[in-house]
């Protein structure tokens, strides 16, 4: 009996449960990718629909007119919330330190607070790029872009590779907080774009947007190639999607967002009267095009091959050295859940195992609540990023993972805009900075 119930919780469970989540996953992919042909429709009138193979009705609806906005006004508020969010990370740490009794050591010690984990191999790879031999070796899976940035601004800093590195992460964060506001401010309007911005702003992980991480970066570029497919400029996102995606292996994923805006572009010129032929064409065009995001990953590729001599080397590297292989969503849910329980070391399990249990199903609740509320690309790109970022066998930052999915602070904003819900927002917001500051800055436990 022990045996059979072993059977079923660690095997048949586990596997049931990964079989629903895709069938779910795809459902969803059906009804945000079906949304250009059938507007406004729920999953299940979308379904419907398609079976008794009924058209969508024939509505040529004018675009909402983009709210106007100052860019220069927007841009000093942003860097303004940039300010204060950055100097709240600060105090959270120096009161860290001054708790510890160590302050002084913390002030003296300031870069070794602030440099951890993966911010050295990138200021590594800045340095002396990638390499075939000793232990470097292995940060061959680190993506190109964002050490290939900061070793082209190091110029500014008299080659000093860390001030370079903070220099593009902060700059790529204040990008991020203008392309935000616009990305929000037409699917809502500016009191949402705001609430949108501010969220991204104070995230409780934004302390990896400011240091030698990519995550800014990435972040800045997903909005961007988001943005610039929204305002018809397919080729421009189609470029700096490729872009994202030498950034971070998930970058490859802006393409369902882009994508969809071009199948929205061609079922508009299609109720405007264009031939059906004219609009297959347009479609095959739109989709070859998108594919060119590819390119990111391929010039990633190539790197791999020019470094190592095979093109895959990052994926045994990740499998050899961090344990580290394609699994799926479910599965890490069990194991996070488990290790949050009970995992030996408190610091790895307060600052990892904990965090990423909690985190995880609440962005999966937030996904659902907003299912039918949220921008179709929004939704398809979230939804995607969920069950590629959380699927590895061996999953440690997850929470850092979650921060730089762009869709999380529209979401965000939909569910808070009553005061009540703001303020709500704003303690939980403020309470897990000081945890995870505290942890990053003065424990090193937060990966």
Not at 159 to 183: E, K
Not at 415 to 434: C, F
């Amino acid at each position: 009996m022990a045996e059979w119930l072993t059977w079923v919780l660690t095997g048949a469970l586990p596997f049931l449960v990964s079989v629903a989540m895709v069938v779910m996953l795809c459902l969803l992919l059906f009804r945000y990718f079906a949304e250009p042909f059938y507007p406004g429709l729920s999953l299940v009138e979308t379904v419907g629909r398609v079976r008794r193979k009924e058209a969508a009705p024939v509505v040529i609806k004018e675009s909402p007119r983009r709210p106007g906005y100052h860019l220069g006004q927007v841009v000093l508020w942003v860097a303004g919330l940039w300010a204060v969010s950055r100097a709240l990370i600060l105090l959270i740490a120096l009161v860290g330190a001054y708790l510890q009794g160590d302050l002084w050591g913390f002030v003296r010690d300031f870069e070794y607070h602030w440099v951890r984990w993966d911010a050295n191999h990138y200021l590594g790879l800045a340095e002396n790029w990638y390499v075939n031999e000793g232990d470097p070796r292995f940060h061959i899976v680190f993506y190109p872009l964002y050490p290939l940035t900061v070793m082209i601004f190091r110029f500014l800093f008299m080659g000093n590779t860390i001030l370079s590195a903070v220099f593009v992460s902060n700059i790529c964060l204040i990008v991020s907080g203008v392309l935000m506001y616009d990305l929000v401010l037409k699917e809502q309007n500016r009191a949402g774009a705001r609430r949108a911005v501010v969220y991204l702003m104070f995230c409780p992980l934004s302390l990896f947007y400011s240091i030698p991480y990519s995550e800014a970066l990435f972040l800045m570029l997903c909005l961007l190639s988001v943005v610039l497919a929204r305002r018809r400029h397919f080729g421009w996102a189609v470029f700096c999607g490729a872009l994202c995606a030498a950034t971070r292996s998930l970058g490859v994923l802006i393409a369902a967002p882009v994508y969809l805006e071009m199948l929205r572009q061609a079922r508009e010129r299609s109720l405007m009267g264009e031939s059906r032929a004219q609009s297959v064409k347009r479609v095959v065009g739109y989709t070859l095009l998108c594919c060119l995001i590819l390119a990111g990953l391929g010039a990633y590729l190539l790197l791999n091959y020019q470094v190592t001599g095979n093109p895959f080397q990052f994926l045994i590297y990740q499998s050899e050295h961090w344990s580290q292989r394609f699994g799926n969503i479910a599965d890490t849910l069990r194991y996070t859940m488990e290790y949050a329980l009970n995992y030996h070391d408190w610091g790895t399990r307060m600052g990892t195992w904990i965090p990423q249990a909690v985190l995880m199903i609440a962005v999966l609740i937030l996904m659902g609540v907003t299912l039918n509320r949220v921008h179709p690309g929004d939704g398809a790109y979230a939804w995607l990023y969920m069950f590629m970022a959380m699927a590895p066998t061996w999953l440690l930052s997850g929470p850092r993972y979650i921060s730089a999915m762009y869709a999380l602070y529209p979401m965000m904003s939909m569910i808070t805009r009553r005061k009540g819900q703001q303020v709500a927002m704003a303690i939980v917001i403020l309470l897990l900075n000081i945890y995870f500051v505290y942890l990053y800055s003065i424990e090193g436990c937060v990966l």
